[in-house]
């Protein structure tokens, strides 16, 4: 159970390019709300919020006085995640992620702008992260990989990294790793 002084808030946005309703909670320390610094970071598969210990952990980050004043926006996936999720543009041979472009819009486009005007604040890039595990940790880096100037951090927990263009056989290259192969062509970016 969270701390009282935890605010654990569900919400739901309906998105025009997932044609879907995203469930979703804000989970903020009090103090954030009168913080200067906004920072914020969206989380992948907040379904699993229990099952990873979230509430607890960032318990225990606020009572050691650890952490400064962070909002969590923990996005729920639903029976859509293996298509919303992995890399924009570039689904995997299976066509798994082929929404993983509309995914990315309704971050940018809807989630955000809608918690800024939520919480009366614009989200500033060095103060806006976002992280996940597995393929919600491969969608996360895709995310920020494709949109620097809106994020500074990525977390990345036991990413699929291994997301793949090809299955696993005769002719399969290393290259055929679909995130490794668009990180090796890309041209260097001002970070």
């Known amino acids: 159970m969270a701390a009282k002084f935890l605010v654990k808030r569900k919400s739901n946005l309906y998105s025009k390019y997932l044609h879907r309703s995203v469930h979703f909670e804000y989970i903020y320390p009090v103090q954030w709300k009168t913080s200067k610094q906004k920072r914020i970071l969206l989380l992948n598969d907040g379904q699993d919020a229990d099952a990873i210990n979230l509430y607890a952990?960032?318990?225990?980050?606020?009572?050691q006085h650890h952490e400064q004043p962070l909002?969590?926006?923990a996005i729920h996936s639903n029976e859509e995640r293996l298509n919303e999720y992995g890399?924009?543009?570039k689904p995997d041979y299976l066509k798994r992620g082929a929404k993983a472009h509309l995914y990315e819009w309704f971050i940018l486009n809807e989630l955000i702008p809608h918690t800024e005007k939520e919480f009366?604040?614009?989200a500033e890039k060095a103060?806006?992260?976002?992280?996940?595990?597995?393929?919600g940790g491969l969608s996360a880096f895709n995310i920020v990989w494709n949109n620097h100037d809106t994020f500074s951090k990525v977390g990345v927990f036991s990413g699929s990294f291994w997301w793949r263009s090809k299955p696993l056989g005769k002719g399969y290259k290393d290259t055929d790793r679909i995130m490794h192969a668009l990180i090796k062509e890309a041209k260097?970016?001002?970070?």
Do not use: H
Request: hydrophobic share 40%; proline share 3%.
């Open 188 to 191: 260097p970016k001002e970070r």
């Open 71 to 73: 909002m969590v926006l």
């Open 127 to 135: 103060l806006t992260y976002f992280a996940g595990f597995s393929l």
């Open 57 to 63: 952990s960032l318990e225990k980050c606020y009572l």
């Open 87 to 89: 890399t924009s543009g």
């Open 120 to 122: 009366s604040f614009e």
